[in-house]
């Protein structure tokens, strides 16, 4: 019966919601994939063998889940598909492991789209990404005796946590459904504990995200890109992930920084965390009087940015932020000077560069605390010390060589998590 009102409720809330997806559809490009998947007809899986269907809601659970397809791939006789929500998670998906595995659209969750999409694929186990729980997926998976495992799991600190410790007694039936979380560490792992999991499926297995973030000190494709913006040679500042807000917070950084003698020549590359925000953040930095390069107008074109002139560069692309960090003197990772809850900066530690953020943090907390623990993250408290930091660093090399250092230490330490999660997936499979 409860089901069966979710499935109104879910219902009505298309009809409600379908001028917005059509406006979308229409006046953004966005929705227009993936619909076979949604209505829940994924594929035909005819192999026969064990399969892991495993969901990354958007692209950074996509990117999350690299080194655990890979390792699954590896095992004999398991077969991967991989689903997603978002268009920019489809594509991502599709880019990285849609040449060996089947990717598709994830169903919504109304009972007869999951059940359709869970007899089509017919998996052993799934494995939804952080925290991507669904009542009805859940009630059908069980029903069929199909395993549902939260791997690299967390409850979201800023918003998804206050919100499920309003509802926790609405939500602890579909938790309590779960074989297996898989906790990034013991303060999400006693979350989900208190939604409804029993203690004996709650363990404290530590982030992919370590083993994800690649120790390199050169990354493939960076060099093509600082010779397409004439970047080489250049003292470099990156902005990355950057939440609404913070692109005014950083430009008026970069002015204050400007003035400075020894930083004349700086240059900024500012990437917006979401694509649907690169005009916004164009048009601000034109409006502060700034040269634009767009990232997007370069790429793949047999076209150079004249070496002369000091343009902000806008990294408007999908799939370039590391190489725009490998550029880098100085990061730093937005959504964190406004509380949107922080943004991964494993992916810049690993690459030994000295990461700034803000306060808010939440999503991230554990990793913060162990690079603060470590020195190897300069925690600013607002946009006026931002700015501050960033040319303390930008003038003292030797310290910010040593908080990349650091900061490289505390991934290469607590990395593991992806042969741990394997380890448990396969018990689970043998038991299926």
């Known amino acids: 019966m409860i089901r069966f009102l979710l499935d109104i409720i879910y219902v009505l809330l298309m009809i409600a919601l379908s001028p917005l997806v059509i406006y979308r559809m229409v ?57 997603s929500t978002t268009d920019t998670g489809l594509d991502r998906a599709r880019q990285v492991y849609g040449g060996n595995h089947t990717v598709f659209c994830f169903p919504w969750d109304i009972s007869w789209f999951v059940a359709r999409a869970l007899r089509r694929v017919r998996p052993d186990v799934c494995i939804m990404m952080e925290g991507e729980v669904w009542p009805n997926f859940t009630a059908q998976a069980y029903k069929m005796n199909i395993p549902v495992v939260i791997a690299n799991a967390r409850v979201g600190g800023s918003k998804g946590w206050p919100r499920y410790q309003k509802i926790a007694a609405l939500v602890r039936g579909m938790f309590s459904r779960l074989a297996l979380v898989l906790a990034q560490d013991e303060v999400h792992a006693e979350r989900f504990r208190f939604l409804g999991v029993r203690s004996e499926c709650v363990k404290v297995n530590g982030s992919l995200k370590y083993d994800t973030a690649q120790v390199v000190d050169e990354v493939a494709g960076a060099g093509e890109l ?26 008026d950084c970069y002015a204050e920084l400007l003035k400075c003698n020894e930083l004349k020549d700086l240059r900024l590359v500012m990437v917006p965390r979401k694509p649907e925000r690169f005009d916004e953040a164009a048009r601000l930095i034109l409006e502060r009087g700034y040269e634009l390069v767009r990232y997007s107008e370069i790429k793949g074109a047999e076209k150079f940015v004249d070496s002369f002139g000091q343009p902000v560069i806008l990294g408007d692309t999908m799939g370039d932020l590391r190489k725009f960090y490998s550029l880098a003197e100085v990061v730093f990772v937005g959504r964190s000077l406004v509380p949107m809850g922080g943004s991964d900066m494993m992916e810049v530690a690993a690459l030994a560069k000295p990461v700034v953020t803000g306060p ?60 741990r999660t394997v380890e448990a997936v396969l018990q689970l499979l043998r038991q299926a």
């Open 360 to 419: 808010y943090t939440e999503n991230f907390a554990e990793t913060v605390r162990l690079l603060v623990e470590s020195e190897g993250v300069e925690v600013v408290a607002d946009s006026v010390q931002l700015g501050v930091v960033v040319g303390e660093l930008l003038e003292d090399t030797g310290r910010a060589a040593r908080l990349g250092k650091n900061g490289r230490e505390v991934i290469i330490a607590n990395q593991g998590a992806t042969k």
């Open 226 to 251: 600082a010779e397409a913006l004439a970047l080489k040679g250049e003292r470099i500042w990156v902005a990355g992930q950057t939440g609404p807000g913070e692109e005014a917070m950083v430009l």
């Open 27 to 83: 006046a953004q490009g966005r929705y227009r994939q993936g619909w076979a998947g949604r209505l829940g007809w994924p594929p035909v899986r005819k192999n026969g063998g064990y399969c892991v269907w495993i969901h990354a809601v958007s692209m950074g659970e996509v990117n999350a889940a690299r080194t655990l397809v890979a390792e699954l791939a590896r095992q004999d006789g398991v077969e991967i598909v991989i689903s």
